[in-house]
């Protein structure tokens, strides 16, 4: 801990009013060190870390945090705020600042120390000790450990942070239960003559804070309440599994996530609560109580015993989800599964087709294999391998979604027939529809064998064996018999449908899409523009039509960040400093084809934001159709703006469409009366005096 933080890294007087300012000030501390390299890039991930889950703790801590590639060495920087500064606790704003940077490479050495520092911050006299300290050299030993702020009355009231396991829980102590307490004094619905036990796994999206805070959380509360807790903290530096034994003799589960919980099935059968990481930091009491209650009452988890398939628990889906969730819900999962795992296969191929096409020309597709005839100083060998290794990528588009589709129903098992599925698909020309119905039918088929009660004897083999044998028959009976030609000739119906539009029909269709594209940046209804508009073009010679709906895609997809960032340019007063922050990433966001640069934008202000995104998508995408721009690249924003047929109008398309959404913006933020804080600017940002104590601020992506 010792080369962790030094008086330097240390400001008792943090006088700003934001967390963005508040991460700056300390990370340029840490910059100043040799620490981080790229001040804004590192800022970026704390944003980005940030705008996942905000790092505010009741009791006036905020704990901003991430990896990074950016960080040269594990690095704490601490501030102290006089006035607070919102970090989106629900009991005001922060007073104790703790920036965390982490090497995306940390060992877990130096990760279990900073776990351990997270551990501290649930301890009141370590954070009494930090609110009364005068001296930076003196907060950075506090916080080393080599001075406490009082002497501890026994071995779990210590203060400070050691990598000595003696005076610091740390995580695989924690795992391994020796950092649980029980008196055993109070009443209590476990088993006669023993204290009640509860095994808990923690978990958050980094796993460097939050994890071992919640962790801390609820092993105090168990010796408050006479209770004996386990904790299992899945965190950065690995997890170590908590004895089988200790898992067995619990009498309730606690489950305190934002990242699904690895091994869930090892809890089963158990009366079990299942919350977000920050619940049991901030109200441990409550979930011991909830669990001991659910045990009083009989109510446990199903139980966790191993299926035909040979695994357990919920499918990748279901856990990363929520419980009770409707068909329909798993449904539009299922599918953004499929189309999440096949966007880098389209991005990738389509590119290298492009490139290809940049450098040999349209004819390029007529080359032989690069395997047989290939020239290094010729370019044109060097475009037919860019080429035919983008159509290698793009031959996989339509087999992966159909695999992963699968694989968000029904786990591993339903990869095999999900990709055999897929595969058929292309042989029958049916296509990205053929692909869509061969992954749920892949998913459904094994699921149904999954139902099927077998001996014990078989169940070793069904995984490996039965399963794929089965379900990859069944599913191949279904595409090449069945279903696959009416949906290869619905496919063909709907090409020879894009291909014959033109004039206001064609417009109409690239202003649906525009709408479409804007309506959740990024969500599955833009997903679905996007797949659309890439299934077109993922074939060796894709029709004019096919171009010109990929170029109106991209088009419309760049206008909100780009909004944003004009719109926060020419009238700044009516957003808040952080907005005006997210305005400038913005810019590079938008020009790369990153609708989600809006999402900050969105999430503080949807109802005047994303009508007027969609409105300016709209336009974009009707006037690129209406100019006839097309696009082979299915991304790739300005930077690929010299393989688009007709590139000037192109960008007037999207110019017009920016225009449209930045004037409505303004128009309808100056409508209502501007938020405090956006009105007067100073050196950072808005003006400390017209901004309420503890006031909310919009997340930061």
């Known amino acids: 801990m010792s080369d962790m933080i030094s008086a330097d890294l240390v400001d008792l007087d943090l006088s700003v009013d934001t967390k963005e300012a508040a991460a700056r000030a300390l990370a340029e501390r840490m910059a100043a060190r040799g620490r981080v390299t790229d001040l804004e890039g590192f800022l970026a991930d704390v944003a980005a870390r940030e705008a996942q889950m905000p790092t505010g703790l009741d009791g006036g801590i905020g704990i901003p945090h991430c990896r990074s590639e950016h960080v040269t060495e594990p690095t704490l920087a601490f501030g102290r705020s006089a006035r607070g500064i919102d970090f989106g606790a629900a009991d005001g704003p922060a007073d104790l600042v703790f920036l965390i940077a982490a090497p995306a490479g940390a060992d877990d050495a130096h990760l279990t120390i900073l776990s351990s520092l997270a551990r501290q911050l649930m301890n009141a006299e370590f954070t009494d000790a930090l609110r009364a300290v005068g001296d930076p050299a003196d907060a950075a030993a506090l916080i080393r450990g080599e001075e406490p702020a009082a002497a501890p009355a026994d071995e779990d009231s210590a203060v400070g942070v050691s990598a000595d396991e003696d005076s610091v829980a740390t995580p695989a102590a924690a795992s391994a239960g020796a950092a649980t307490v029980g008196t055993g004094e109070r009443e209590d619905p476990g088993p006669p003559g023993r204290p009640f036990r509860i095994v808990a796994v923690t978990s958050c999206p980094t796993g460097i804070a939050h994890t071992y805070m919640a962790a801390e959380s609820l092993e105090n509360a168990g010796r408050e309440e006479g209770v004996e807790v386990a904790v299992e903290t899945q965190g950065s530096a690995g997890f170590d599994r908590l004895d089988p034994a200790v898992i067995a003799a619990a009498d309730g589960v606690i489950f305190a996530h934002d990242v699904p919980v690895r091994e869930k099935d090892r809890f089963a059968g158990k009366p079990t609560v299942d919350t977000g990481v920050k619940a049991a930091i901030n109200r441990p009491g409550e979930l011991i109580g909830e669990v001991r209650g659910k045990a009083a ?21 279901e856990r990363g989800g929520e419980s009770g969730e409707g068909y329909g819900t798993k449904l539009r999962k299922w599918l953004m599964s499929g189309v999440s795992y096949m ?29 047989d005839h290939f020239v290094w100083t010729q370019a044109d060998s060097w475009a037919a391998l860019l080429f035919q290794i983008g159509g290698v990528a793009f031959a996989f588009l339509v087999p992966v979604l159909a695999g992963y589709i699968a694989y968000g129903m029904a786990d591993r098992p339903g990869l095999v027939p999900g990709f055999v599925g897929g595969s058929i698909a292309l042989t029958v020309n049916a296509g990205f529809l053929g692909g869509l119905a061969a992954g749920l039918i892949s998913g459904a088929v094994v699921l149904a064998v999954q139902r099927v009660r077998i001996p014990k004897a078989l169940r070793g083999i069904m995984p490996v064996v039965v399963i794929p044998l089965i379900s990859a028959a069944v599913v191949g009976f279904l595409m090449f018999v069945v279903i696959g030609k009416p949906i290869a000739s619905a496919q063909s119906a709907m090409t020879d449908w894009l291909n014959g539009l033109s004039g206001a029909n064609a417009i109409l269709l690239g202003a649906l899409l525009g709408l479409m594209m804007c309506f959740d940046l990024g969500g599955p209804v833009n997903k679905v523009a996007y797949t659309f508009a890439t299934a077109g073009i993922a074939v060796a010679s894709p029709s004019d039509s096919a171009m010109k709906i990929m170029a109106a895609v991209m088009a419309a997809g760049m206008v909100p960040p780009l909004a944003m960032a004009l719109a926060t340019t020419v009238r700044g007063r009516l957003f808040n400093a952080a907005e005006r922050e997210n305005g400038k990433a913005a810019w590079v966001l938008g020009a790369s084809f990153i609708s989600e640069g809006a999402i900050p934008f969105a ?99």
Do not use: W
């Open 297 to 317: 009452r009989g109510e446990v988890t199903a139980a966790g015993a191993t299926d035909a398939s040979g695994s357990a628990g919920a499918t990748p889906v």
């Open 343 to 371: 966007v880098p296969f389209v991005a990738a191929g389509g590119l290298l087709i492009a490139l290809g096409f940049a450098i040999g020309g349209y004819e390029i597709n007529k080359a032989p294999s690069v395997t």
């Open 603 to 701: 999430a503080a202000d949807p109802l005047r934001v994303i009508p007027s995104s969609m409105v300016g998508g709209a336009v974009t995408g009707a006037l690129s159709m209406a100019f006839g721009a097309t696009l082979r690249a299915p991304h790739g924003g300005i930077f690929v703006v010299p393989l688009i047929g007709n590139p000037l109008l192109y960008l007037v398309a999207i110019a017009a469409g920016v225009c449209v959404t930045t004037a409505l913006v303004i128009v309808l933020k100056g409508l209502r009366k501007p938020a405090r804080g956006a009105t007067a600017q100073g050196p950072g940002g808005a003006d400390p005096s017209d901004r309420a104590p503890g006031a909310k601020q919009p997340v930061a992506a």
